[in-house]
């Protein structure tokens, strides 16, 4: 397992010389943000962006995220030379040494929670998802506010969107991503990089829009389509464990012995209702005890099963003061990072 960090770029407020002096840090996931979505990275700004990070004394095989254009997702006729450029973005990324790209195939939106700054009783805040405030909202009907949702698109273009999706179901999702997939596996085997899919975050249907990772069954279907060890997984338990009948010891395991789980998003979350169902959660601190999902189950069952790829703390906490990008501060993620490192290295060492 290499651990890493995700860095927003040069404006990032958590620096790389913070990040380096975190203990058992090799390397940063990160990308380029000013690129706009759709058009190819281009070789030299990939190198400089490398630049910055190797100075530092740390790697960046991991991008995060190179992302995929609606026009795909939706399987337009624009798709063709929109497959082209993320093709060429791939090449130049393997001729910067990155070995793996995360991206997600959700419709519009991409992670959503409700409140971004939810109090906890020990005084830290952090961020929460409660299902009756999002079904609250009707992005069709009014103007949409939603935490953390970053305004891409005018009002007009969301209608607009959202009304070409009404023609797409989850099939017909699946078989554009497998379109998509089926395009890139062969530029994927030849330049050794790995394709990691972040799942849906909440792993349901939002908004009437189709969501199409988001469990066992559609991950089985997903890699059995487009069969290829390239055709991966990032693992984001905070992500898939949202819905509470994701067994995600089960499904750490199985992937990884597939070797299909190229990144792991290590995160906790704590459900607060106790009734069955998806109504409330908070994100927590990362180890076990904080939170509803069994870290240590999860890490022992990558560590058995083989998993030799990339890990990141994922979210954390806005704690002693900090006030940076919500999920993306330097205090509770480090505890996070550190925490990891210490079950895994006593995992390793107890299991020769
Ligand atoms: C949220 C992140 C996601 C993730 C993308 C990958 O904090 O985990 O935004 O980067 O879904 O494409």
């Known amino acids: ?30 990308a380029l943000y000013t690129i706009p979505v759709g058009q190819v990275w281009d070789l030299d700004s990939i190198l400089a962006l490398k630049k910055q990070v190797t100075d530092a004394g740390l ?3 991991v991008i995060e995220s190179v992302p995929v254009h609606e026009e795909i997702k939706l399987g337009s006729d624009k798709r063709d030379a929109l497959i082209d450029n993320y093709i060429q973005t791939i090449r130049n990324l393997a001729k910067a040494g990155v070995k793996v790209i995360c991206y997600n195939f959700m419709p519009v939106f991409d992670w959503v929670r409700s409140d971004l700054h939810y109090n906890t009783k020990d005084g830290s805040n952090c961020l929460a998802y409660s299902q009756e405030q999002i079904d609250a909202i009707d992005p069709k009907k009014q103007s949409l506010s939603l935490p953390g949702w970053d305004e891409s698109y005018t009002k007009e273009e969301l209608q607009n969107l959202l009304k070409r999706y009404e023609a797409v179901d989850e099939e017909k999702l699946f078989d554009n991503m497998v379109y998509f997939l089926k395009r890139l596996m062969p530029v994927c085997e030849e330049c050794d990089v790995k394709m990691a899919v972040h799942p849906d975050d909440p792993p349901w249907s939002l908004f009437g829009l189709p969501r199409i990772v988001r469990d066992e069954a559609h991950l089985d279907r997903l890699f059995s389509a487009v069969d290829s060890k390239y055709n991966g997984l990032t693992l984001c338990t905070g992500s898939l464990g949202a ?21 792991l998003h290590a995160r906790n979350i704590k459900f607060t209702n106790t009734e069955e169902g998806h109504m409330f959660f908070h994100e927590s601190p990362h180890p076990t005890e904080c939170g509803s999902l069994d870290m240590y189950g999860i890490l022992k069952a990558l560590h058995d099963n083989g998993f030799e790829g990339y890990t990141r703390p994922d979210h954390g906490r806005n704690i002693w003061g900090e006030e940076r990008r919500p999920g993306y501060g330097l205090y509770d993620r480090a505890l996070g ?12 060492k107890s299991s020769k």
């Open 59 to 61: 790697e960046m095989e």
């Open 1 to 30: 397992m290499k651990m890493t960090f995700r860095w927003y770029g040069p404006k990032d407020p958590v620096t790389l010389d913070m990040i380096r002096q975190i203990p058992g840090m090799t390397g940063v996931v990160t």
């Open 243 to 263: 819905d509470r009948n994701n067994d995600l010891v089960k499904m750490a395991a199985k992937y990884a012995k597939m070797g299909r789980v190229h990144f």
């Open 337 to 348: 990072a550190t925490y990891l490192y210490g079950v895994w290295e006593a995992i390793d």
